[in-house]
């Protein structure tokens, strides 16, 4: 689903491009959380991942809310 707006001729690259994306978040969460939770104590690692939590959410509702405002017009966002 990530590289279905993405054309044919471009997917392979769109989905080596996510996948890298993915990659570099697979490793930076747990090492920040690490670095974290070293210096401040076990609580900074649940604050830290509740607010990626949170900001995951608020990224959604902008996002939902910028493609039903482009639906509405018959926008597209790609």
Same mark, same amino acid.
């Given at each position: 689903m990530a590289v279905e707006t993405i054309s044919l001729e471009k997917r392979a690259t769109a989905m080596g491009a996510y996948q890298a994306i993915y990659a570099i978040g697979m490793f930076a969460g747990p090492f920040i959380a690490g670095i974290l939770i070293s210096h401040l104590g076990? =609580?900074?690692?649940?604050?830290? !991942?509740?607010?990626?939590? #949170?900001?995951?959410?608020?990224?959604?509702?902008?996002? =939902?809310?910028?493609?039903?405002? !482009?639906?509405?017009?018959? #926008?597209?966002?790609?």
């Open positions: 076990i =609580s900074s690692g649940f604050y830290f !991942a509740g607010s990626l939590g #949170l900001t995951a959410v608020f990224f959604m509702i902008v996002w =939902s809310h910028l493609e039903r405002k !482009a639906t509405k017009h018959n #926008l597209k966002l790609n």
